[in-house]
């Protein structure tokens, strides 16, 4: 069988958009990290933007104030919610306690479960609400923001990784957990679109084959 190679190629670039990597940020000083978010749900955009410093380098105690605001567009109960955030970390922590002020936003933090771990691959979260995978009313409002303090016990050398990030919202509609800084799962196809899409490609080609026949 004769290789195609028009839609070997075309294939291919679907495949790496769909693989493609969230940026790992090395951190090693106290200076503000910051990054956005613009989420495209199909109907609207959920965005928001947030900031990370790092402090307690080569100690046994690292700590991370964040800062983190809702700036998608349904304010309100029943509007867009920003429910967790989270991150991965290497070195690894051992332990982990949350500092906020009883504001609401996100009120406590742990290791990662439900869709942030599974989805993202996150393994600490921030969360408001009952736990990490969502639940009750808790959360970061539209038109808002929150700031907290994640420590983690450790052994944390001169620098960090953080990868990757991620957020969970829930709307009035449906939940969406997502990683910062790569492309958001709905614009990219499916594995089984990709499988469909790599038969179309073959008929194609069989097709203009036996027109040029």
């Known amino acids: 069988m004769r290789k195609r190679p028009g839609a070997i190629a075309v294939a291919a ?29 199909g109907s609207y955009l959920l965005t928001g933007d947030g900031s990370l410093s790092v402090t307690g380098f080569n100690s046994s105690l690292l700590t991370i104030a964040v800062t983190l605001s809702n700036t998608a567009p349904n304010g309100g109960q029943g509007g867009d919610r920003l429910t967790a955030f989270g991150f991965g970390i290497d070195p690894n922590a051992i332990s982990i306690s949350f500092l906020d002020a009883d504001d609401g936003g996100l009120t406590s933090a742990d290791w990662s479960k439900g869709p ?5 691959g996150v393994e600490i979260c921030a969360f408001g609400g009952q736990n990490c995978a969502g639940g009750s009313n808790g959360g970061i409002y539209a038109g808002t923001f929150d700031s907290f ?23 009035g509609t449906d939940s969406y957990t997502f990683a910062v800084g790569t492309p958001p799962p709905t614009s990219v196809p499916e594995p089984a679109t990709l499988t469909m899409l790599g038969a179309g490609l073959l008929a194609l080609a069989a097709t203009r084959r036996r027109k040029g026949r």
């Open 13 to 41: 670039s679907v495949l790496a958009i769909w693989a493609a990597p969230a940026q790992a940020v090395l951190i090693s000083s106290s200076d503000p990290y910051n990054f956005s978010w613009s989420y495209d749900t």
């Open 116 to 120: 942030l771990q599974s989805k993202v």
């Open 149 to 171: 303090i994640i420590s983690l016990g450790g052994i944390w050398g001169s620098s960090v990784n953080i990868d990757p990030i991620g957020v969970r919202y829930q709307t």
